[in-house]
């Protein structure tokens, strides 16, 4: 697929992950740097629960899409038009500043034969939400990862999201949203494929 930024650069290796203790003692750090003291009362549990939070907020790093797609079905009886699943709620974290993006996603694919459990969509969302994103990269993935598991006849995906780092600090515009999308196969090709995917994502 053109231009899919992958999850990982090929050229660096993954680093070990740090322990329990390693990441509590960083919020320590960080509560010291902020201007806070981490031993009074209401801290003292405060790296334990953000260590915590983290592993949730950040648990795509351990699930892979491939397994979630790897299982799709044949009994089709011959359907063949467009599978759409919109408003997939999502939370996701800017890889600049660590702050939320939050935000859905339209996820539509033209069955080649065989077709996906519609819950797997969402679950790749999630997956690759769970990540620290650029809003770009996350549309990319998700579409890389319909296209080279289904095999689709062509995958569009449309994210709207707003973005706490433009709105909690920089600029602080309260309320912008940013709308990015990515097609594959006939979605891409096909300009009335495109127009009808819109269509379906936003009717309402």
């Not at 660096?12 to 919020?27: D, G, I, T, Y």
């Not at 706490?164 to 196969?185: I, L, N, Y």
Request: with cysteine; proline share 4%; aromatic share 8%.
């Amino acid at each position: 697929m053109d231009a899919i930024v992958k999850n990982f650069p090929a050229s660096k290796e993954k680093q070990a992950r740090p322990s329990q203790q390693e990441a509590e003692e960083a919020v320590r750090v960080l509560l010291r740097w902020a201007g806070d003291d981490p031993a009074r009362e209401g801290l003292l549990d405060t790296p334990k629960r953000v260590a915590a939070a983290y592993r949730e907020l950040f648990g795509g790093y351990d699930q892979s899409p491939e397994e979630v797609l790897g299982r799709t079905f044949e009994e089709v009886s011959g359907y063949d038009d467009i599978v759409l699943v919109r408003d997939i709620p999502f939370f996701s974290h800017c890889e600049h500043h660590m702050l939320p993006i939050i935000g859905k996603a339209h996820v539509a694919y033209l069955p080649n034969g065989r077709v996906l459990g519609l819950s797997k969509i969402a679950r790749v969302v999630e997956i690759f939400g769970r990540r620290l994103q650029t809003q770009e990269n996350l549309t990319a993935q998700i579409a890389s990862a319909i296209e080279d598991t289904l095999k689709p006849r062509g995958v569009a995906v449309m994210i709207e999201a707003e973005h706490m780092c433009m709105e909690m600090r920089g600029v602080q515009k309260q309320g912008s949203q940013t709308m990015t999308t990515t097609f594959t196969g006939e979605f891409k090709a096909n300009a009335a494929e495109q127009a009808r995917f819109f269509t379906l994502a936003r009717n309402r």
